[in-house]
């Protein structure tokens, strides 16, 4: 395919998305309008849902409006609203059979209609027609449908109560409805068995959250699979996804009060953040802590030696120094948003070198690129350790000898902390830029427990996690080791 053809392929995916991206505007607007609001208050029992939710905010201490969404939800299912997957006959009651879809008449066309599905039924020969109607005072009348009357309908229901309602399209073809919680401070879904969607095996893809103030994608409250979805969003750039959005709520916004954009800015970086830590559980699974205990060999020797090789990812230990654990986290007593990156560009950190004077010829072996310990690009922090406990040998701890080789940039840092049975404790610093740094004390001599914990943070702009870097090493020195810890041993005097 030639780059034209390619071109106006692209333009026309990005047209059919934006139309999709907008395609929720125009009955969210329904929503606003008074008369459609006091249409649907006046089919609700609202004065006996309001007596009910400040009894239960007064018993359980919960946001009375929440309480209030509750009685308007439980309402809504209980009494007004029938899901309907085929019409039964209106003569004989026998559940129809589907015959197609059929043009729709010019009264169902007043009422925003879909596709008017047609029914007849096997036994008396009756025709029956679903109009699937997306105006949502046609659905105050006829109280019926599948997800998307249901969504529908229960969004204007809440909009009249005064709550902040979003309409939500699931691109895999399924909708319903978020609401604000003040109560949690976050935006909940009233959808019974959304939570199920990604264990049904659909193949999400993208996830639109549409209202009149708002256009947001809510895909990574729903998803947990991110490199899975992420291949699936291949419809337009997530570049151009996000300069979509932009321009949609800057023109939603442009009528609201400063105060009123302040507090969506607010919900929209708490909404952020909760993304991100969904994101972060994936990258972060159950972690079981590990701590090192001497063999009989090492007993004998009185002497504990474990190597961690970055680029290989394994840990070595014992006399020839043998292939241990495989995978930097299988031997780490605690982790807290860190990751191992193996990268074969190294550009950042040449480039930062040669802005120092670093001339090209010394630059050679760090062109072949490099693995490291670093914090998530999300999160300011970054925490591991490292635990050993020789309680059962009884021995202690004479020396301890830690080698690293850490990198760091910018403002970039590596705080490591020793700590030893109790409160014995040692701060260390090896944070000096490219170096390897040998550390021998004897600061825990007596003690039968250590724990060595790197803390990295810091750094600038958007690659500031890259900025303190752990184990660094070229990736094809799988030889050497990154990060050393020697422990001699000796008789217990106590
Ligand atoms: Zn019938």
């Not at 319903?176 to 990604?198: A, G, I, L, M």
């Not at 630059?363 to 914090?375: E, I, M, P």
Request: charged content about 30%; overall charge positive; some cysteine.
């Amino acid at each position: 395919m030639d780059v034209v053809t390619l071109d106006r392929l692209q333009a026309e995916n990005e047209r059919y998305f934006f139309a999709r991206l907008r395609s929720q505007d125009k009955v969210v607007q329904l929503y606003e309008q008074p008369s459609l609001q006091q249409q649907a208050l006046d089919l609700m029992p609202v004065s006996a849902m309001r007596k009910e939710a400040r009894k239960e905010s007064e018993q359980t201490g919960r946001d009375e409006r929440d309480c209030l969404m509750g009685q308007v939800n439980k309402w809504f299912y209980g009494s007004f609203f029938r899901w309907l997957d085929k019409p039964k006959c209106s003569r004989c009651g026998t559940v129809t059979k589907n015959i197609g879809i059929l043009p729709p008449t010019i009264e169902e066309q007043r009422w925003l209609v879909g596709p008017v599905e047609g029914y007849k039924c096997p036994y008396c020969g009756t025709d029956e027609r679903f109009p699937r109607y997306n105006h949502p005072a046609k659905l105050l009348e006829t109280r019926r449908g599948r997800c998307g009357e249901h969504a529908n309908c229960q969004a204007l229901l809440l909009r009249s109560m005064g709550f902040d309602v979003r309409h939500v399209t699931d691109w895999t073809d399924h909708v319903w409805v978020e609401v604000y919680s003040y109560q949690e401070q976050k935006w909940v879904t009233c959808d019974r068995d959304y939570f199920s969607r990604e264990r049904e095996g659909k193949k999400l893809s993208y996830m639109v959250a549409v209202s009149n103030e708002e256009t947001v994608d809510v895909t990574w409250r729903y998803s947990t699979k991110q490199n899975e979805v992420m291949q699936r969003r291949l419809h337009v750039s997530e570049e151009w996804l996000a300069r979509a959005l932009a321009f949609l709520n800057y023109q939603k916004q442009q009528k609201l009060s400063p105060a009123r954009r302040e507090t969506l800015r607010e919900r929209s970086a708490l909404e952020l953040a909760e993304f991100l830590s969904n994101y972060q559980k994936q990258l972060e699974p159950k972690h079981t802590p590990y701590t090192f205990t001497p063999t009989d060999e090492e007993i004998n020797s009185k002497r504990l030696q474990v190597q961690y090789c970055c680029a290989s990812d394994k840990y070595r230990r014992g006399p020839k120094m043998e292939t241990f654990l495989q995978g930097w986290k299988s031997g780490t007593a605690a982790v807290k948003s860190v990751f191992r990156k193996y990268e074969h560009d190294w550009t950042t950190v040449l480039n930062y070198l040669r802005s120092r004077g670093v001339k090209e010829a010394d630059l050679t072996t760090l062109r072949k690129g490099n693995a490291f310990l670093s914090r998530l690009p999300s999160s300011p922090t970054g925490l591991v350790s490292w635990a050993m406990d020789f309680s059962t040998s009884g021995l202690v701890i004479d020396t301890i000898t830690i080698i690293t080789h850490c990198v760091t940039m910018e403002s970039g840092k590596v705080d490591w902390k020793l700590e030893g049975d109790d409160d014995v404790v040692e701060n260390l610093s090896f944070s000096s830029q490219r170096d390897h740094k040998s550390h021998t004390t004897s600061s825990l001599r007596g003690c039968k427990t250590l724990k060595l914990t790197a803390v990295l943070s810091g750094g600038r702009g958007k690659l500031a996690w890259k900025h303190a870097q752990l184990c660094s090493q070229p990736i094809d020195s799988e030889g050497d080791s990154s990060l050393d810890i020697a422990v001699t041993l000796k008789e217990s005097t106590a």
